[in-house]
């Protein structure tokens, strides 16, 4: 079987057979967090634990979300995505 994660099928054939897949740029974001707020905006590490402890949340929204609509975890994170870049 031919698998590749970057493929939305993929991410489906991963929730069908029972393994949980964490989005990569779910779980890398720690990286982006870091670069933002010490480098670009001078902000205290305190601010980056804060924040770097929230990926672990979102993960819980992504798996509870793919739960509920019975869909793949990257199709969760997706839309949660799209729907926080619409927030102002």
């Known amino acids: 079987m031919d698998l590749h994660l970057h493929a939305l099928d993929a991410a489906d054939l991963l ?3 029972g393994i ?10 720690g990286g982006a967090i870091a ?3 010490l480098e670009l905006n ?4 305190a ?4 924040a770097l402890a929230k990926i672990g949340d979102t993960l819980t929204e992504i798996y509870a979300r793919a739960d509920t609509e019975g869909i793949s975890t ?15």
């Open 35 to 37: 670069i933002n707020f």
């Open 15 to 17: 929730r069908v057979a």
């Open 42 to 45: 001078g902000r205290s590490q």
């Open 47 to 50: 601010d980056v634990d804060a």
């Open 74 to 88: 990257a199709a969760a994170a997706d839309a949660l995505a799209a729907s926080r870049l619409r927030q102002p």
């Open 20 to 29: 949980l897949y964490a989005p990569d740029y779910v779980i890398n974001a």
